[in-house]
């Protein structure tokens, strides 16, 4: 299968919107990642996303759709938080978990009786939904493991092949995929953090709760209620580490297992701050320590250059969990399998 790369115009979507009808697959841009879309009442579409992405069946996809008069015939009910979420944050990096009516597809909630539903920023992600007349079933554009697309050429490392279309849009302006909010209980829960911060969603609410597994792996047998919480996600090939704690003591720590790792034969590079001297050590930028949104849109893309560059340990520097530095966190602390030194 040859794999087309589009800008996105009105004859790509309207080639995305056929394809999508037909049971193919397509890759969209969207504000937060690129996604693997495919029709969501489809099984046999939604189950060729697995295929693609060498992904586990039990792990929950996201719904998107391009308006909120698309969602009451995919869920049972809208719970008034969910909606003032909704009013507050849509169209936007924002997913709710919303119990699922049935024409919602097992393969689709992998079981659950819930579905993460999206109304994504992206004008460019809203236009294909609305051309393709159905709500599209989308996960990150990646082969499963790795870090997720935040470009088209991201996409087609991953999918060249594997797919008939990718629309490119330009790079993803969030760079870490939608937090995903449980709406279904008496007290909302950030199952997944992303754009949508949990100080953002107390404001509108008085009150939010954050999974306790945000910050670290599920236990044998538990359930994987959103995508990313169930296994080692957005890796390199290359050994990942987190350091955090007190910024000199990081700084001299992350110096020191650079120079044990170079001594020992390996390729390493630093993940770090502009503001952080690591002299002439090879450093991928996150950005700006006081700007944690620098680091959400670069995270993804510097974790495949240490592939593309060969290097085979990425050290990388802590971000103040504030903010969108949460979602930082659990992107870093996924690909690192939560190996992080508190220094």
């Known amino acids: 299968m040859k794999t087309e790369v589009l800008p996105v115009t009105e004859d790509s979507i309207r080639l995305a919107g056929e394809l999508i009808r037909r049971g193919e697959l397509v890759g969209m841009p969207t504000e937060t990642v690129y996604g693997l879309g495919a029709d969501a009442l489809n099984p046999q579409a939604v189950l060729n996303i697995f295929k693609a992405k060498g992904r586990p069946a039990d792990n929950p996809l996201i719904v998107h759709v391009s308006c909120v008069e698309e969602i009451p015939p995919l869920v049972r009910e809208i719970p008034g938080a969910a909606r003032r979420l909704m009013d507050a944050f849509w169209p936007g990096p924002m997913t709710l978990i919303l119990p699922k009516a049935d024409c919602i597809p097992n393969e689709v909630s992998a079981g659950l009786d819930t579905v993460g539903i999206r109304l994504p920023g992206s004008e460019a992600a809203r236009r294909f939904i609305k051309e393709a007349g159905r709500p599209i079933a989308a996960p990150s554009g990646n082969r499963s493991g790795r870090p997720s697309p935040t470009t088209a050429a991201h996409m087609l490392e991953d999918m060249d092949g594997r797919i008939p279309l990718i629309l490119d849009g330009g790079p993803c302006a969030v760079g870490v995929e939608s937090s995903v909010i449980d709406a279904t209980g008496e007290t909302p829960v950030i ?18 709760a954050v999974d306790e597994h945000v910050m670290s792996p599920l236990r044998e047998g538990e359930t994987a209620r959103s995508p990313g919480m169930k296994y080692r996600h957005y890796a390199p090939k290359a050994k990942t580490v987190i350091y955090e704690g007190d910024a000199e003591h990081v700084i001299e720590a992350i110096r020191k297992r650079y120079d044990e790792a170079e001594a020992a034969g390996e390729k390493p590079a630093i993940l770090g701050f502009d503001e952080h001297d690591f002299g002439s050590r090879v450093q991928i930028s996150l950005g700006s320590a006081t700007h944690p949104e620098d680091a959400a849109a ?36 996924r690909a690192a399998g939560f190996d992080i030194e508190d220094v």
């Not at 199952?191 to 939010?208: A, C, F, Q, S, Y």
């Not at 974790?303 to 990388?316: F, N, P, Q, S, W």
């Not at 971000?319 to 992107?331: E, F, K, P, Q, T």
């Open 191 to 208: 199952l997944r953090p992303g754009g949508i911060t949990p100080e953002m969603v107390k404001n509108v609410l008085g009150g939010v």
């Open 298 to 333: 670069r995270l993804f893309a510097a974790l495949r250059e240490i592939d593309e560059r060969g290097l085979t340990l990425a050290i990388c520097e802590a971000v103040s969990m504030d903010g969108i530095g949460l979602a930082v966190m659990n992107r870093m602390g």
